[in-house]
């Protein structure tokens, strides 16, 4: 067979897509149970109501309704469900505006395609998280960065960015943010809606962590600072069951605009052809089950106990001059290590102990700060947090 | 609120992308059953073996394992499975050759994002199955199109289309092609993939009717042309659950040569970070079980009796001069109505009878041929075929 010597060259955007450590690191720990793991962003394996999810799929009815293709946008006792925990939350939805999705990572990504003209503008803040940044990336957008302090984004940096670079669309990840932890104060999200409509470009509101608070009621959503009016909004809400009931199903949903729902549509045409309907139909028996409340109670508390039990032992297992802030919710702590110390490294050092966490390099666009690391305290008990905490001073001593 | 009179513009992609008219007519004849659909490309509803996913349904350990996060690429015994059948089938590919989808369809849109720079240029027949161009057109594919017979693609044509734009990829639907129901024969398939290495290019070979033969020998792959060496490959297989178990699984896979792998882990990632874990099991319970090829089989006949229910009556429920070939396997009856008549027109005057099928248009990416339409025999039973193709005759008498 005749062969030509250059192969076929790949799109050039996947030249600048770096895959993520955390999902690299979740096949490593996978495979080494006895690697103590703080990478991920995983629930708990005590978190899961089993008892509950075991019911709703003894529940099924596996009618060939079921089994066969679905409509694309989603069942339509799923969007309904949706549609009245978002109206109760203050922001006024009907089923016909949600749009079910694999996984809110698909929102992420079918967004990114659908807004995301090759070569437009979309701004990030500093650090973000790297599912976004990735889908953004294949998409073809430039990114602009802003930088983030401890209640999200700077807005008189953000103001000048839009005005500069005239953006189309501003990612963020408000409540709990990854890999910060920080969650946008209300008049900061007020005020930077309205410097959306004022300035015109959209902002997706990627809310996966929102139900995981362990303290402080919580903050209404950028979409109820939004026009009451469909067809003006310029928020798109994303969210998730996988924080909050099981990530193996697989279920997310969008929240798009009227005028975006069309090129939604086909676009979910084009990704999946719609999500599955087993999974929409285990989470919408599990919801009429009547568990969810006191099953996200629970959750709450175990992951409140878990942080408590990492952030206590913080200051004898990290370097002196690190630092962190304490997170009212969601899963992590961001943690910037001492000067002469390099997170990769660390890394390195860490896996030989037995312990592994994210690197904060990868959630970065440009000018990585190389002392960052992200520790998920959600999946380990407190003996376990101990533990890796221990192992991981040992490599702090190593490394340093 | 100060407001811009301007909404934030659309990815221009998408003012080019349809949506397809088989999914926007199942949200039709979802919600009115009165309506014969011979629209879309569903299986039976007295195709699904509902007592062997029952069963395996019942077997799903809810393990915490099984409802978190789960690796990128899919889980093992799933692709151990897979990739037994292909090399069953004289394709020899081990677990890690494939990579889990959220049904075929991801498959395809994942291939277009990792092999196409918007610009590239891409090969599709003349037809082809929408889904696919829809997922070209969103990367930014140049599309160019190759005239297609009864046995696929002009070979000649198809050379000098390559010599003269030299395409990244050409697209294929290779059995019981969807709309047409062609199957490339094997000396073909032999001389496109010979093509593909001495002009350097990639093809994705789309196969999910393949098991859907009611008639001859399976024709081997195009990936069974190809090299042995997976890191020389130009062949993309994908295949489906869908057509041959349930489609609301949507579990299907890609068979990515070596050098794509990197990057189709990344896109996965970005897609939807993994597919359910739980209609991954599902499958696997399934195949498990050993019912498989059985109900197979019974699929198989039942869409054989339904075909020649179909083609014995088109005859006198198609106007004088309508062409179609029978096909041997799949889904469709590709139709050429006689001069004068609409696909349009006649899918309005069908709509008000009663009856719907797929017009030709939306198959074509250039040059459309308004007079083609799409019959799927699969959904309904000889009687409702026959009351359906009555009601045919009638839109026929109306719209001619």
Redesign the interface.
Known sequence: ????T?????????AE????PA?DL??LT?AHAEIISFA?G??A?EA?D?EG??SA??S?Q?T?????????EGMGDLRELVASRLSAEGVPTTADGIVV???S??AL?MLA??????G?VVVVVRPSYL?MT??LT???ARLVSVESGAQGPDLEQLERVVVDHRP??LYLNPTFQNPTGYTIPAPARAAIV?MA??????IVEDDPYRELRYEAAPVPSFTSFD?GDAA?Q?VIGTGSF?KVL?????VGWMRPPA??R??V???K???????????QQ?VVRYLLGGRFEGALERTRALYRERRDAMVDLLDAALPSGSEWTIPTGGMFVWIRLPEGFDSIRLLEAATAEGVVFSPGVPFYTDAPDTRRIRLSYTTNAPDGIREGLQRLAKAVDAAG
């Open positions: 067979m005749v062969r030509v250059d192969r076929p060259q790949l799109s050039r955007r996947f897509v770096h895959s993520s999902r979740l096949t996978s991920g995983l629930p394996k899961f089993i999810l075991r799929v003894e099924l596996l060939p309704a079921l089994l066969n293709y679905s409509t694309t999705t694999t996984g990572q698909q990504m395609a659908v807004l995301v003209e090759p437009a599912g990735q889908a294949i998409a073809g189309v669309l309205e409509h004022r300035h015109g470009f959209r026009s003006e310029v996988s099981a990530p193996g199903l697989r005028d975006l069309p090129a549509n086909v676009a045409q084009a990704f999946d052809l719609h999500s599955a309907t087993i999974t285990i």
